[in-house]
């Protein structure tokens, strides 16, 4: 996995923060590849939260700025009240769960 | 203050188009207002005419935000004689010269912006959202534009009298 445990908590913090305490996010995408370089930063969260998620979207993606810079950054996310869908089923089994270093 | 002309006929082609594309987006904003807020469950029931004044929102909201920050404001700090730089060097003149009311402004609208191209499909709740958020944002990207009308006629006396100012204080 091509993150930090630096980036890796802020990532945690800010899902808690926006997303809820019960909040889960997986890496997915090149960027779980160790022998590839580059690539953007995809993510995918699940969450309890049902309303205001394109708001709580915005506003991880400014607080994890500070520690990611200009690097394109994609979330993906889904309400657990909602069944999968084919791009979140392939998010979840193909990615790596976040977890702290603590 | 003086100005090169090629860069001046530079900028105000730049403008015209910015300008262009906010007057269309301000037509576009009255059509859907009233669908607004706009909830997900009520996305499959819109009709045709209804799904294509969002289009046409969606649309010109990006054209808008792409057009002031890939052209305007990159011409703006070339006729002042000033070197562009990066994009975040342009940005900070924009806020300097309170023509952007701050580079976080700019970046979260930019945020809204991207989420309409965003790589993977949304359920209609983000759909409603994010259409929702950019609506409520329209007013702030307008005022953008109105402040650039103001900058230039202080600072060169621009003879831009055909571009009355589109948002109401």
Known sequence: MRLTQKQIDSLLQATRLYFGNTAKIWLFGSRVDDSKTGGDIDLYIETDKETGIIVAKLQMLTTIETVFGDQKIDILV???SHPCSPIQEIAKSTGEELHSSK | MAYD?????LFYVNF???YRS???LLSSYHRIAHLMPLE???FHL???????KLDAFRVRYCDLQDSLGNKTFRSIVLLEEE????NLDILNKMEKRKIIKSFEEWKFLRKIRNLFSHDYPETDEDKAEILYVAYTSTMDLLI???NIIQYMQRQFNFPIDSFPLLVEK
């Open chain 2, 5 to 9: 002309k090629k860069i001046a006929d």
């Open chain 2, 40 to 42: 997900g469950v009520k």
């Open chain 1, 78 to 80: 889904r309400r657990r």
């Open chain 2, 22 to 24: 906010a007057k269309l």
């Open chain 2, 46 to 52: 819109l009709n045709a005419d209804d799904l294509e």
């Open chain 2, 83 to 86: 070197i562009p730089g990066s």
């Open chain 2, 16 to 18: 015209k188009e910015s």
């Open chain 2, 144 to 146: 953008v534009v109105d």
